[in-house]
């Protein structure tokens, strides 16, 4: 019985995919009781981490209702959030192999979280798996904090005043370190941040994010670039 | 936030993540873009690390989670396992949240 759970604890995808899980599911805490507050039901709360799942999406659109804007604004803005997850799909499609009703299903869990987890992998196969274990307990946990906070309901204590927040940061730096074996890696890591913190004091959430990942062209760009030649 | 917009919300979500993943599959993308694509996650993780480290409600604004992450940092470095490379930022960004 040890031994089984000592082979967990050491497993790091599968430790990952449920530390990531647990602070989501905190969030998700606070998602559910935001939304009932703003006047969603407890079923369209639920419906909502289901069939939107992508958290920053959920949380812009109930923040604008809560805050008086319109259904049109917090739908666009939710929606240009959820363009990230397009980008991620292309990344994925050497990693997610399979049946059309697997990868439709796949499709489902392309988040920050799970993609960050799959890119991260040497291994194909741990690519595949890390994709699943971290997509399948992000979803979970997140729907189990909905539940939990829309049927609270009540205010709840402030998940960053547990810190917890920094555990995005924190996780998404541990999974990028493994990626950033070249110069030209590096770069591109250094240009992305610098694009999205130059643009987001002046364009609509989640514009910024997806200007830096135009700092992957670079190397189309300036082909003749030594760090850029090979084996980037 | 009415049923209508939810399901456009879960249909444009969906369009997006499957988009990706199964519409633009059946493109061969040309070898330069192929790679770029391979650096996408490169790029994002890297800026939302910034944007969720150095920026508050739009603004630049640089607070204890600068702590948090450098302590990461060297946690990454060091290559201590997981749990330990999360807990040192939180509890340190919580302590410093509860004196401010």
Known sequence: MFAFVRRY?????????????????????????????????????????????????????????STGGSQTTALIAALILAMRNGLYGLRLIPII????????????????????????????????????????????????????????????????????????????????????????????ALIASFIALVTTPFLPLGIPILLAA???????????FKYFKDNL | MTWDYIFMLALGAYAFKSGGLIILNKFNLDR????????????????????????????????ERVIGLLIALVLIKKKLPFLIIILCPVVTVALLRQMI
Request: charged residues 10%.
């Open chain 1, 214 to 224: 135009l700092a992957v062209l670079l190397p189309v760009f300036f082909p003749s």
């Open chain 1, 9 to 65: 604890v050491r497993d790091e995808i599968i430790m990952t995919a449920l530390i990531l899980g647990s602070a989501i599911g905190i969030f998700g805490i606070a998602f559910g009781v935001l939304s009932v507050n703003t006047g969603l039901t407890t079923l369209q709360t639920q419906c909502m981490s289901i069939f939107v799942f992508t958290g920053a999406s959920q949380i812009a659109a109930v923040s604008i209702i």
């Open chain 1, 97 to 188: 192999t399979g049946s059309l009703p697997k990868r439709l299903l796949a499709s489902q869990l392309i988040i920050d979280e799970s993609t960050g987890m799959a890119s991260a992998q040497v291994d194909q196969k741990d690519s595949f798996r890390a994709f699943w274990l971290g997509g399948v307990s992000v979803f979970i946990f997140w729907n189990l904090g909905t539940l939990l906070g829309s049927l609270i309901g009540a205010s709840v204590d402030d998940p960053k005043n547990l810190g917890l927040d920094i555990v995005f940061p924190v996780t998404f730096l541990a999974l990028l370190k493994p990626q950033l074996t070249s110069i030209g890696r590096i770069s591109i």
């Open chain 2, 32 to 63: 330069f873009f192929q790679n770029s694509v391979l650096l996408i996650p490169i790029a994002l993780l890297a800026a939302l690390i910034t944007e969720q480290t150095f920026v508050i409600d739009q603004a630049i604004d640089l607070d």
